[in-house]
């Protein structure tokens, strides 16, 4: 679905990462790891086409992304950044609704069918009973579920989520999560950010491991998140605990 071969990335005369390669299959979910500052936000956004690579290709559905159209690129890419500061007031059900913008004409109103595809996103994330409500209204983390439904109202086969439970409590965050792996499931290609090591042991095939703008390592989660690729990135002292079911989880040493 999505390919990358030796990408380097950054800003008009700035170059942030460098020899950058993975591919991402459909029905794969691949998170990638890597301290504040690492590169992971702009490597998205050049993956989308917002920023134009330094060097390499990436590669949609077997086609180089620079042939593609802003259009084209959002009927096949759904994107969550983030966060979202709301500044109008519109309701949660006309945002959502927003994400089916690339499947109309430019001066065509949503139909029935569209309002049917957004009200099932919110249901599936557990908002609906926000449809009617302002998203100047709501509270981040709402905001931030409103977000994941609008890029999933756009029916994509590549989703793309930069920290996407970054202000949700735990519960929204098992949700998220578990909607990953349900979008993964039906043949979605699913790529996403994330500080909590966790998350990719959670949900995720193969975890990127991203420092400096470069790839660490990259791999099954169990075999590239450990103690010592943790302490490289983040700089603290972290165990990497075995659970039963062949499950891990990441514990910090907290120093007195």
């Not at 029916?155 to 979008?183: H, Y």
């Not at 039906?186 to 470069?214: N, T, Y």
């Not at 169990?222 to 700089?235: F, G, K, Q, S």
Request: aromatic share 6%; glycine share 10%; hydrophobic share 45%.
């Amino acid at each position: 679905m999505l390919g990358v071969k030796d990408l380097a990335f950054g800003f008009p005369g700035r170059v942030v990462g460098r020899d950058v390669s993975f591919t991402v299959a459909a029905g794969e979910v691949m998170c990638v790891l890597g301290p504040n500052g690492g590169g992971k936000t702009t490597l998205f956004r050049t993956l989308l086409g917002l920023l134009a690579p330094h060097g390499g290709i990436i590669t949609l559905e077997e086609k180089d992304l620079q042939t593609f159209s802003r259009a084209e690129i959002a009927r096949r890419v759904g994107y969550v950044p983030q966060g979202h500061s709301a500044y109008f007031a519109y309701t949660v059900r006309e945002f959502v609704l927003m994400g089916r913008t690339a499947h109309l004409g430019a001066f065509a109103s949503p139909a029935k069918k569209d309002v049917l595809v957004a009200d099932r996103a919110m249901q599936s994330l557990g908002i609906a009973e926000l449809a009617d409500k302002p998203v100047t209204e709501i509270s981040g983390g709402e905001r931030q579920l409103a977000l994941v439904a609008r890029a999933l109202a756009q029916e994509p086969r590549l989703l793309v989520l930069d920290e996407p439970t970054a202000s949700l409590d735990f519960g929204n965050q098992v949700r998220v999560l578990e909607k990953i792996s349900a979008l993964a499931s039906s043949g979605i290609a699913v790529l996403f950010s994330s500080h909590d090591p966790d998350h990719a042991f959670l949900c995720a095939e193969r975890a990127l491991l991203l420092a400096e703008g470069r790839v660490l390592e990259i791999g099954a989660p169990r075999d590239v998140i450990r103690a010592d690729t943790l302490e490289r990135m983040y700089r603290v002292s972290v165990q990497v605990m075995p659970l039963p079911g062949g499950m891990h989880t990441c514990l910090p040493a907290i120093r007195p």
